[in-house]
């Protein structure tokens, strides 16, 4: 009897897969709140943090399509767990030069760049992953749980993180993500496998269940997409264009939301590393509802406003409420208007994944690879552009930009069609 409910491996690893994003997502905070102790240690400016910022998403941006390649030929299993090692390398190596070195900023910047170029699997791996294993009415709820880990990984780091600095110092955090990107990576190595049909975890319900959703291949003969059907598709360049939105604004958060609150609001680090928690926070719950909402209303309404429509009103939405943030006077009632912006911009997150993984099929990696360099794109520009942009015209701007760019993103949804394969539209072309 038992042997007919199906079992949920494929769910135990989505929770794996965010455990993962949480960890990897930790050092994007953890560079922020540890800005100024590591501006002292090597002499660094407001500008020059910028771009030591902009270096991790300019190597995580570059690396995205060789990312994808790789997943989709090595394997999501074997790809991820040398990224996460990678990735682990360098985020301990960040804490691991003396105080005034020669060359700081460039030693700095550098292994920001490699960290990213480690960090740049997770994502296209993972929805290499999807496309093998989830079946397509349950790719939003599936992506929106693996990008809640990273708002809950961002959450909770602010306090503990601050915490560490202040009684033994900003290193001793970057060693201990380095230590949990290890460890991560082979938890996630003996657990996961490539294709549902090589795992002994699963019984025939689930297995049946996954094929039903999933037209199932030999790996090897999976076809693939050329680069010429997914360049010369019109969806492909509006998902593009549309991530590049998305990708700035969570940067924002990511990188300079704590000097925001410390500098232009009047926080103490220790309200602001709470503050901080609420952006975070938000995206979690945003990425996971999203997803949840997305299957339902693809369910019954179809793709168009499952995929397109739940995103294009999480956009607009987030829009507003940061326009409307700037608008307040206390730094509790912005922070708490900028958190809800940051929580409606990912309603949308897992239907630009879901909707890579539908079109890509056998080249999901290397097509949502290119898909995030366009978000990476967007949070390198953000990293640079906000302290410039403040220095001359306030943060009142730089959160505007933010804004403008979420209701153009919010625009390119109108002219995707999540109905049309790549390879059919190429054939009709």
Known sequence: MDSMVPTRVRWILVVCITFMAAIFFVDRVNVSIARAAIALDFHLTDVQLGKIFSAFYLGYGLFQIPAGWLADRLGPRRTLAMGAIWWAAFTALTAGFTAGIAQGFLIIWSVRF?????????????????ANWIPTTERGLANGLIFAGVGAGSAFAPPILRYAMVH???????????V?????????????????????WLNEAERKWIHQGIPQRDPLEEPKLTWGQMLGNKDVWALFVS????????????????????????????????YTMLPFLAMSLGSSVGGWIADIVCRRFGRGWGRCGVAAIGMVGAG???????????AAAASVILAAGAGS??????????????????????????????????GAVAAVTTPLIALHYGWTISFLTAAGLCVIGAALWLVINPNRSLTESRTQA
Request: aromatic fraction near 20%; charge should be positive.
């Open 320 to 330: 507003i409420f940061i326009a409307a943030a700037l608008q307040v006077s206390t």
């Open 114 to 130: 490699f960290m990213g170029m480690g960090e740049s699997v997770i994502f296209p791996s993972s929805n290499r992953w999807v």
């Open 180 to 200: 949990l990107g290890v460890l991560a990576a082979a938890v996630w190595y003996w657990m996961a496998r490539n294709h549902p049909d090589q795992h002994t």
């Open 243 to 274: 991530y590049f939105c998305f990708g700035y604004t969570p940067t924002i958060f990511f990188t300079w939301f704590f000097t925001y609150l410390t500098r232009e609001r009047g926080l103490n680090l220790q309200a602001a590393s709470y």
């Open 345 to 378: 911009l990912y309603l949308s997150q897992s239907a630009y994944w879901a909707l890579s993984a539908d079109f890509g099929k056998g080249s999901a990696g290397s097509l949502s690879g290119f898909m995030n360099m366009g978000g990476q794109a967007g």
């Open 168 to 178: 033994l110092g900003w290193r001793v955090s970057f060693w201990a993500c380095g």
